[in-house]
């Protein structure tokens, strides 16, 4: 029969083991991680505001964050312009949230990225979404036509918003 002290020696080198790998992983997280330092928060250029609503050939400026594609029967043509500026855009990319919604995003006419759904276990929907658009100072002053479709059978459903201009990278995070 083991002694009690045995047990009790053993419970010790087995808290200083679990204490110093503790220890270590904390420190690890402190000075070896991003994790404190706000080098992420870069300059961001809100686009929220900047777009322009196209339903049956009428235009009608609208803040994209509270557009729902249903009150548009599921679609809606959005238009915007980017800045003018090349060096503001020369390290951004264009940054946005999707809830439920497949949608094109075209540059001039020229499809740059395009999200479709797909089912899962839960149905067609699945939430909120984070996109990222590669720009390059060549697309200054260009407009951004994003054609919004909801993906809901009903047509209920489908929004975009929280556009800007960041670092996609850091957007994410």
């Given at each position: 029969?083991?002694?009690?002290?045995?047990?009790?020696?053993?419970?010790?080198?087995?808290?200083?083991?679990?204490?110093?790998?503790?220890?270590?992983?904390?420190?690890?997280?402190?000075?070896?991680?991003?994790?404190?330092?706000?080098?992420?928060?870069?300059?961001?250029?809100?686009?929220?505001?900047?777009?322009?609503?196209?339903?049956?050939?009428?235009?009608?400026?609208?803040?994209v964050d509270k557009l729902d594609a249903s009150e548009y029967d599921g679609e809606a043509?959005?238009?915007?312009?980017?800045?003018?500026?090349?060096?503001?855009?020369?390290?951004?990319?264009?940054?946005?949230?999707?809830?439920?919604?497949?949608?094109?995003?075209?540059?001039?006419?020229?499809?740059?990225?395009?999200?479709?759904?797909?089912?899962?276990?839960?149905?067609k929907g699945y939430g909120r979404k984070y996109h990222v658009v590669k720009l390059s100072?060549?697309?200054?002053?260009?407009?951004?036509?994003?054609?919004?479709?909801?993906?809901?059978?009903?047509?209920?459903?489908?929004?975009?918003?929280?556009?800007?201009l960041a670092n996609g990278m850091n957007y994410i995070r």
């Amino acid at each position: 029969m083991k002694k009690p002290i045995d047990k009790i020696r053993k419970m010790n080198i087995i808290t200083v083991i679990y204490g110093v790998i503790l220890c270590a992983i904390i420190l690890y997280m402190l000075f070896f991680t991003d994790m404190l330092r706000k080098v992420y928060s870069d300059d961001v250029i809100k686009l929220s505001k900047e777009w322009a609503l196209i339903d049956n050939g009428e235009t009608a400026h609208v803040d994209v964050d509270k557009l729902d594609a249903s009150e548009y029967d599921g679609e809606a043509l959005l238009r915007a312009v980017l800045p003018t500026d090349p060096d503001l855009i020369s390290d951004k990319d264009l940054c946005f949230w999707s809830d439920n919604a497949k949608f094109t995003v075209n540059i001039d006419d020229r499809e740059v990225y395009s999200f479709d759904y797909g089912e899962n276990l839960t149905g067609k929907g699945y939430g909120r979404k984070y996109h990222v658009v590669k720009l390059s100072s060549l697309d200054a002053g260009k407009s951004i036509d994003n054609t919004l479709d909801t993906v809901f059978e009903d047509r209920s459903g489908g929004r975009v918003g929280g556009f800007c201009l960041a670092n996609g990278m850091n957007y994410i995070r």
